[in-house]
């Protein structure tokens, strides 16, 4: 079994940035992918940028490039999403994913994997 467990999230005003951080533990799998999605209330879990474990594939939803960026301790089986210029549209819970595959997917699915998810609130 795997367990991920996000940090980071918390309150901040449009225009300011956050850095979540998800470790994984247990049986990690290298070779692994790590990805990030958020949800609202009352809506599907979105995609939010995803990484594989060489580095080769990386991947963002349209609404963060350019804002956002993901980047992996493979080392230290943990994965970072570095949040700038946040708009209160970011506002979601946050959940980390770990796929044992090496492909990087922005379907909800093939993610084996999931952490309890971190609030991140953006004020306007």
């Known amino acids: 079994q795997v367990q991920l467990v996000e940090s980071g999230g918390g309150l901040v005003q449009a225009g300011g940035s956050l850095r979540l951080s998800c470790e994984a533990s247990?049986?990690?799998?290298?070779?692994?992918?790590m990805a990030w999605f958020r949800q609202v209330p009352g809506k599907e879990r979105e995609f939010v940028a995803g990484?594989?474990?060489?580095?080769?594939?990386?991947m963002y939803a349209d609404s963060v490039r350019g804002r956002f960026t993901i980047s992996r301790d493979n080392a230290k089986n943990t994965v970072f999403l570095q949040m700038r210029s946040l708009k209160p549209e970011d506002t979601a819970i946050y959940y980390c994913?770990?796929?044992?595959?090496?492909?990087?997917?922005?379907?909800?699915?093939?993610?084996?994997?999931w952490g309890r998810g971190t609030q991140v609130t953006v004020s306007s």
């Open positions: 994913a770990l796929d044992t595959s090496a492909v990087v997917s922005r379907r909800a699915e093939p993610y084996d994997y």
């Open positions: 247990g049986r990690t799998f290298s070779g692994n992918t």
């Open positions: 990484r594989s474990w060489s580095g080769d594939y990386i």
